[in-house]
Nanobody
Framework: QLQLVESGGGLVQPGGSLRLSCAVS????????IGWFRQAPGKEREGVSC???????KSADSVKGRFTISRDNTKNTVYLQMNSLKPEDTAEYYC??????????????????????WGQGAQVTVSS
């Protein structure tokens, strides 16, 4: 059974940093692309960052230069380092896994329709 568990969320002041972790089990991490998504109240879920099986990374324009996705295959864990946080980053953050045969090898995508396993979410609140 595929399972993903997020941790590391919390309350932080604007300009601060948080690191989210996504621990995976039930599959080999390097056989999947991993994406981070977020959803704020009243808004649709949006893609934040993703990493392909070959370590290609992609980030949304809204977080580019501030957020960094990485993975440690030996620990079966994916991280999202979030720096220079803004109030508009406040959302529930989810990690998800995709084994799409064409969209996970040399690239990754930020469309949630391509991901077939999801974590439970972690709340990130940026407020002074």
């Amino acid at each position: 059974q595929l399972q993903l568990v997020e941790s590391g969320g919390g309350l932080v002041q604007p300009g601060g940093s948080l690191r989210l972790s996504c621990a995976v089990s039930g599959f080999t991490l390097d056989s999947y692309a991993i994406g981070w998504f977020r959803q704020a109240p009243g808004k649709e879920r949006e893609g934040v960052s993703c990493v392909s099986r070959s370590d290609f990374t992609k980030s949304a324009d809204s977080v580019k230069g501030r957020f960094t996705i990485s993975r440690d295959n030996t620990k079966n864990t994916v991280y999202l380092q979030m720096n220079s946080l803004k109030p508009e980053d406040t959302a529930e953050y989810y990690c998800a896994a995709s084994n799409h045969p064409l969209l996970t090898s040399r690239i990754c995508v930020l469309s949630d329709r391509n991901y077939n396993a999801w974590g439970q979410g972690a709340q990130v609140t940026v407020s002074s």
